[in-house]
């Protein structure tokens, strides 16, 4: 043996006597649930988000690479020009005889969001809702389209009570997409000769919500009768229990109105004044806090309403310095790699919890725009570990319109640093297949061993791979050393 090669033997045989030894055991033949659970996401109006812009071709073809359902399109608040069809209300009378409705801005996005989920289920979510709808508001757009303001939602209280005024201008949007266009309030044609078939509409958060809720959708359903609904949108479902218990309740509801879905939100908010290996614990700490809330509403949900579904359709990170700021306090690296972990721990817990869909946030954040919830790296539009995440688990434990069999076995935690999961997994024609996600909480490098990984293929990410590149494929010995915030899945050799 070389000096050299002496020196590599040795550094590894004392890493792995340093190291602490983790050993997995897995309990195949025990189920714990049958998965139902779709890993998915959402992106977020913003000018980067265009197709023309610097990224944009390859924001659409990270979306068309990761093959997810049930994905979400969001067409939220700070870009009014953006995310807003008619900015004005309509003029019908003799002098004017004019509408607003202008979709130059809009159209890019959602076209090319649903073209790039073309041949799975995507929804939209106009959650702007034209100010001019409510009471009392008065609003400041911007002349740029991409100079952001944070004042444009205002009002609460809609000018026609009825709710017939807010349902027409959704039934116009979902006929702009699905039905070639609409008639205008003037009675004037607007023609997109766009013919979508779109896979589901959600209906955002106003006030008196149920009733808006329900007139929006029996307008809507006409041009969409194929499609489901996602109701509620919650951005703090612990404070909103009254919503959801309301809400659920059929006789709250006009007749034949359906609850096909509904959705609530988590970020979690470590203090990034600390250093960054302080993070993690406060992050996961928050998150089981949130977890441990979610049997809580499959309560409410299942004794009220058991056939709608649930969607986590906004899950991610918020760094209070790398907000809204334009000049936000820089990321470090691990930080992706700690809320890619994140994302994972969260996708299984909720899959034990029989939840529906879990989507991360968003596509694309950057300065000013949340950079801490991007999926992709803003001046290259390549997806960091977050993205990189997703797709491995969509790749391997994903459950993606029932194309696939995956169910949940006991796994012993044989640590608190690290976290796994082994599931058996078939797709329609395919023989079962054994895989075990791992990972690790800590900042610590650990050796995992798990009884029959030796041969197998072990996929992951950690601080190692690099924040900006796709998983590492490996053989796999009987033991791996697994790196901070490592994210890997194992594939058994059979
Ligand atoms: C407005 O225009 C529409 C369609 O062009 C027309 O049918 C309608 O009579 C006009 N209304 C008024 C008040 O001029
Ligand atoms: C459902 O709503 C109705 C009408 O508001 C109410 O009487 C009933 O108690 C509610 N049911 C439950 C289970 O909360
Ligand atoms: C997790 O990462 C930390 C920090 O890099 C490392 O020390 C620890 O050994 C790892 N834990 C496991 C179980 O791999």
């Known amino acids: 043996m070389n000096n050299k090669l002496l020196l590599v033997y040795l550094s590894v045989l004392v890493a792995k006597l340093l190291a602490e030894s983790i050993v997995v055991k897995t309990k195949w033949h025990e189920v714990v649930i049958k998965s139902k659970t779709t890993a998915t996401f959402q992106i977020v109006t913003n000018p980067l988000v265009l197709p023309t812009s610097p990224i944009g071709?390859?924001?659409?073809?990270?979306?068309?690479?990761?093959?997810?359902?049930?994905?979400?399109?969001?067409?939220?608040?700070?870009y009014p020009r953006m995310s807003v069809a008619e900015l004005h209300p309509p003029r019908c009378d003799a002098s004017v005889n004019k509408t607003s409705w202008d979709f130059k801005l809009l159209d890019p996005q959602v076209t090319n969001f649903l073209d790039a989920?073309?041949?799975?289920?995507?929804?939209?979510?106009?959650?702007?809702?034209?100010?001019?709808?409510?009471?009392?508001?008065?609003?400041?757009?911007?002349?740029?389209?991409?100079?952001?303001?944070?004042?444009?939602?205002?009002?609460?209280?809609?000018?026609?009570?009825?709710?017939?005024?807010?349902?027409?201008?959704?039934?116009?949007?979902?006929?702009?997409?699905?039905?070639g266009g609409f008639i205008d309030e003037c009675g004037?044609?607007?023609?997109?000769?766009?013919?979508?078939?779109?896979?589901?509409?959600?209906?955002?958060?106003?006030?008196?919500?149920?009733?808006?809720?329900?007139?929006?959708?029996?307008?809507?359903?006409?041009?969409?009768?194929?499609?489901?609904?996602?109701?509620?949108?919650?951005?703090?479902?612990?404070?909103?229990?009254?919503?959801?218990?309301?809400?659920?309740?059929?006789?709250?509801?006009?007749?034949?109105?359906?609850?096909?879905?509904?959705?609530?939100?988590?970020?979690?908010?470590?203090?990034?004044?600390?250093?960054?290996?302080?993070?993690?614990?406060?992050?996961?700490?928050?998150?089981?806090?949130?977890?441990?809330?979610?049997?809580?509403?499959?309560?409410?949900?299942?004794?009220l309403s058991p056939n709608t579904k649930t969607t986590i359709n906004e899950l991610g990170v918020i760094l209070g310095g790398s907000a809204t700021q334009q000049q936000p306090k820089p990321i470090p690296d691990a930080y992706w790699n700690i809320a890619a972990a994140q994302y994972a721990y969260c996708y299984v817990k909720l899959a034990s919890l029989g939840i529906d869909a879990v989507g991360m946030s968003q596509m694309v954040g950057y300065p000013s725009q949340y950079p801490s919830v991007s999926m992709v790296n803003w001046e290259t539009g390549v997806g960091n570990a977050r993205y990189f995440v997703l797709k491995l688990i969509n790749k391997h434990i994903g459950v993606q319109n029932g194309n696939r069999d995956v169910t949940l076995v006991q796994t012993e935690q044989a640590s608190s640093l690290v976290f796994v999961q082994s599931f058996i997994v078939a797709g329609k024609s395919e023989r079962w297949v054994k895989k075990t996600l791992i990972l690790n909480k800590s900042s610590s490098n650990l050796v995992v061993e798990i009884d029959g990984m030796t041969g197998g293929e072990l996929e992951y990410l950690d601080t190692t791979t690099g924040t900006y590149s796709d998983a590492k494929q490996i053989k796999t010995k009987n033991a791996i050393q697994v790196g901070p915030y490592f994210v890997g899945v194992v594939t058994y050799d059979e």
Not at 66 to 77: G, K, V
Not at 238 to 248: C, G, T, V
């Open 57 to 78: 071709a390859q924001v659409y073809k990270n979306i068309k690479e990761l093959n997810a359902e049930w994905s979400r399109f969001a067409a939220w608040y700070p």
């Open 117 to 179: 989920n073309a041949g799975r289920t995507s929804y939209l979510s106009f959650c702007t809702q034209p100010a001019w709808l409510f009471k009392d508001t008065k609003v400041d757009i911007p002349k740029d389209y991409t100079v952001p303001t944070w004042s444009y939602q205002q009002g609460s209280k809609l000018v026609d009570e009825s709710a017939q005024q807010i349902a027409d201008y959704y039934a116009r949007m979902a006929a702009w997409y699905s039905h």
């Open 188 to 303: 004037d044609l607007q023609k997109s000769n766009h013919h979508y078939n779109i896979a589901g509409f959600e209906v955002f958060t106003v006030e008196y919500y149920t009733k808006v809720y329900d007139k929006v959708v029996a307008k809507v359903r006409r041009y969409l009768p194929n499609a489901e609904f996602i109701g509620l949108s919650l951005i703090n479902p612990r404070r909103n229990y009254n919503y959801i218990n309301y809400f659920l309740n059929s006789s709250n509801h006009d007749a034949g109105i359906p609850l096909d879905w509904i959705s609530y939100h988590f970020y979690a908010e470590p203090d990034d004044s600390k250093p960054v290996d302080s993070w993690s614990k406060q992050i996961f700490e928050q998150t089981d806090d949130f977890l441990s809330h979610v049997p809580e509403f499959e309560k409410i949900r299942k004794s």
